[in-house]
């Protein structure tokens, strides 16, 4: 089972600025990587998938990389809808699809 | 626009049995993966199970597999998850999911329907 590691478990931010959120695969998961955004009471919604595909109707302001072991999700300047939790999640290697355990993005 | 609405939640007792539905519309129902994704009160996300458009290939967490059974009527766009034996470890938000077939990947969420696992 591939494990994600997420980092930092929390990200104290203020609007405007740039945030920046790191997923650790276990094991190579080659480009097979997405990310989740969920705010409170809410379910998740796709943002990147395959690495760095923004989904349909995604801001520009998202983006991501990597491709292996080390994934990163990008906002460039933070709106204030954008405080919520993240999740990457890969499929590179399945069942088990897997979710990192998430990156809490606060206000400062 | 997709979309994705739960139903069959609710509170039922250790060892207990409970079904799940997902009416879909929206989208070509018998050509997507459907999913289901739980997340306990509180904690992230678990991948549960996973259905083909055609139901030729069905996939389950090792948490769930022989208790679980996953299921689709494309003649109804419907999926539904029979759920069995249930454990307290079980309760959670269940969220119907879609997306390319055999992909692996969740493009569309419903809201989720509540279990609970209690005595």
């Known amino acids: 089972e591939v494990v994600l590691t997420q980092s930092p478990a929390t990200l104290s931010l203020s609007p405007g600025e740039r945030a920046t959120l790191s997923c650790r695969a276990s094991?190579?998961?080659?480009?097979?990587l997405s990310w989740y955004q969920q705010k409170p009471g809410q379910a998740p919604r796709l943002l990147i998938y395959?690495?760095?595909n923004r989904a349909t109707g995604i801001p520009a302001r998202f983006s991501g990389s990597g491709s292996g072991t080390d994934f990163t999700l990008t906002i460039s300047s933070l709106e204030p809808e954008d405080f919520a939790v993240y999740y990457c999640?890969?499929?590179?290697?399945?069942?088990?699809?897997?979710f990192g355990g998430g990156t809490k993005v606060e206000i400062k | 626009e997709v979309q994705l609405v739960e139903s069959g939640g609710g509170l039922v007792q250790p060892g207990g049995s409970l079904r799940l539905s997902c009416a879909a519309s929206?989208?070509?129902?018998?050509?997507?993966?459907m999913h289901w994704v739980r997340q306990a009160p509180g904690k992230g996300l678990e991948w549960v199970s996973f259905?083909?458009?055609?139901?030729?290939?069905?996939h389950y967490a090792d948490s769930v597999k022989g208790r679980f059974i996953i299921s689709r009527d494309n003649a109804k766009n419907s999926l539904s998850l029979q759920m069995n034996t249930l454990r307290a470890e079980d309760a959670a938000l269940y969220y119907c999911?879609?997306?390319?077939?055999?992909?692996?990947?969740?493009?569309?969420w419903g809201q989720g329907t509540l279990v609970t696992v209690s005595s």
């Open positions: 929206g989208f070509t129902f018998s050509s997507d993966g």
């Open positions: 999911t879609r997306g390319p077939n055999y992909a692996g990947r969740f493009d569309d």
């Open positions: 395959d690495a760095s």
């Open positions: 259905i083909s458009g055609n139901s030729d290939t069905i």
């Open positions: 094991q190579s998961v080659d480009i097979y």
């Open positions: 999640q890969q499929r590179r290697n399945w069942p088990p699809l897997t």
